[in-house]
């Protein structure tokens, strides 16, 4: 119920603070996070892993929209899941 209320959150504001230029977006980053713990041999991660760069190109991608397609809300998650 907390993460639902933050969404509901981010969108109020996405919509209060729109008209004033100010972009709100709600990420949702559900996986685990690769790094040098998840990869003992320092190799590349594998699909089951979030990449911390491509997350950091899609906050980038969030920040430079044009406010006529403004997206109020993005969803990572991994190629691989486990179901």
């Known amino acids: 119920m907390g993460k639902f209320a933050l969404r509901g959150m981010a969108q109020c ?3 209060e603070l729109a008209p004033k230029n100010i972009h709100v977006a ?35 991608h969030i920040h430079q929209q044009h406010r006529s397609a403004w997206t109020w809300e993005v969803e990572l998650r991994p190629w691989v899941e486990k179901f």
């Open 13 to 15: 504001m996405a919509r």
């Open 26 to 60: 709600h990420f949702v980053i559900d996986g685990g996070i690769a790094s040098s713990r998840t990869q003992p041999d320092g190799g590349n991660a594998d699909d089951k892993w979030l990449d911390p760069d491509a997350i950091a190109t899609e906050y980038l």
